[in-house]
């Protein structure tokens, strides 16, 4: 079963990371635009801002398998996922009640872009760019997210030289 249709059935399921924060994943979509590397961004649905595709876990799929659904409900995408994580960032949110666990650490899976459906999930409630990745993390707002960015991209070029 493809990872996008295991999301319909599955149910997010909640983990604390041994910090005490929430887990939760993400996709670095990429891909080559006339040999130059882009990165996909995505605007968030309650403020706006640029994010990469990001959720909670699934039961019975793996964390991978997880941001690559991300990728296709939020933005439409599919591709290749890593197995592996590129990096991680922690986050806070503060319009949550007190009484709500507000800390989270984000995995990031790099997916490499290979289609774009013409309809998705959250077609309507998103608007995608493609941009480069010192562009793309200089719009994002979380510093560790920019850190994994400007990373991936550094080791993309040394990749390239090789």
Not at 40 to 51: A, K
Not at 55 to 70: H, I, N, R, S, Y
Not at 138 to 160: C, N
């Amino acid at each position: 079963m493809k990872p996008q249709a295991k999301k319909l059935i599955a149910k997010e399921k909640r983990i604390l990371t041994p910090s005490g924060r929430l887990q939760q994943v993400a996709a670095l979509v990429y891909r080559y635009e006339s040999n130059a590397l882009k990165i996909l961004l995505i605007t968030s649905r309650g403020t706006g801002r640029w994010v990469i595709p990001k959720g909670w876990p699934q039961v019975g799929c793996t964390l991978a398998e997880t941001a690559a659904c991300e990728a296709y409900e939020e933005a439409g995408v599919r591709g290749d996922i890593s197995q592996h994580p590129i990096g991680s960032f922690d986050y806070s949110k503060s319009d949550l009640p007190p009484e709500r666990l507000n800390q989270f650490t984000v995995a990031v899976f790099a997916l490499h872009y290979s289609q774009q459906a013409k309809d998705w999930p959250e077609r309507e409630q998103r608007v995608c760019e493609w941009v480069c990745p010192y562009e793309a993390a200089k719009r994002v707002d979380e510093a560790e997210l920019k850190h994994i960015m400007r990373g991936f991209a550094d080791l993309r070029l040394t990749m390239a030289a090789e």
